[in-house]
């Protein structure tokens, strides 16, 4: 959405959110909007958590089929995976978090719980990055593809035409916008430039 106020303010003109409208759609935000109930929209955040889960789940079931030993040990390991921050959406200061996780950053206390399971670096970070994949796959089919058909048709709820978005936009030029501007702003820009 930010790259859609730049390239055309005329058009999007500093709109929020348009599925919470209560905050700016940041690439954080995206994942995470949950808008008003009585707005009647289905919970980016609520799927999100889900997605999550499902992959944090995934991943320890995957490696509990690849423990060889038997022992208490393995509990312990799993249960520190399944705590980890990283599965969160808020954290600790300096914690990475889900969001992190989508963007491929995991931390070093699931690599090394990993790695303790798995026994090799190649084989630790294949898993880790076949677990990111599956997260970011599963986002793009449950929450990205909806997010584009949802603001297409808000697109067309604000009479947004394709040619209007395909077209440049009207630029101001320096004199019309010195007709705009009172004399008395210009004067008081001067003024504050000099130190006055």
């Not at 999100?48 to 038997?70: G, P, Y």
Request: hydrophobic share 35%.
């Amino acid at each position: 959405m930010n790259n859609l106020i730049r390239r055309r303010p005329d058009l999007y003109q500093n709109a929020p959110c348009f599925h919470c409208s209560t905050s700016v759609e940041t690439q954080d935000h995206l994942w995470t909007c949950h808008p008003a109930s009585h707005l009647n929209r289905r919970s980016r955040l609520h799927d999100f958590q889900s997605i999550i889960s499902l992959a944090r789940d995934s991943l320890i079931s995957t490696l509990r089929k690849k423990w060889k030993s038997q022992s208490l040990h393995k509990h312990t390991v799993i249960t520190q995976i399944y705590q980890l921050q990283c599965w969160e959406l808020t954290s600790l200061p300096d914690a990475l978090t889900s969001v992190d996780l989508l963007k491929g950053i995991f931390p070093n206390e699931l690599y090394s719980s990993v790695h303790e399971i798995i026994g090799s670096h190649e084989p630790t970070v294949n898993l880790l990055f076949k677990t990111v994949y599956k997260l970011q796959l599963r986002l793009y089919q449950f929450i990205w593809l909806r997010r584009c058909y949802d603001f297409s048709e808000w697109e067309i709820s604000q009479n947004i035409t394709t040619r209007m978005k395909t077209t440049k936009p009207r630029r101001i030029t320096f004199a019309a916008q010195d007709q705009i501007t009172p004399a008395v702003h210009r004067s008081q820009h001067v003024t504050s430039l000099h130190g006055s």
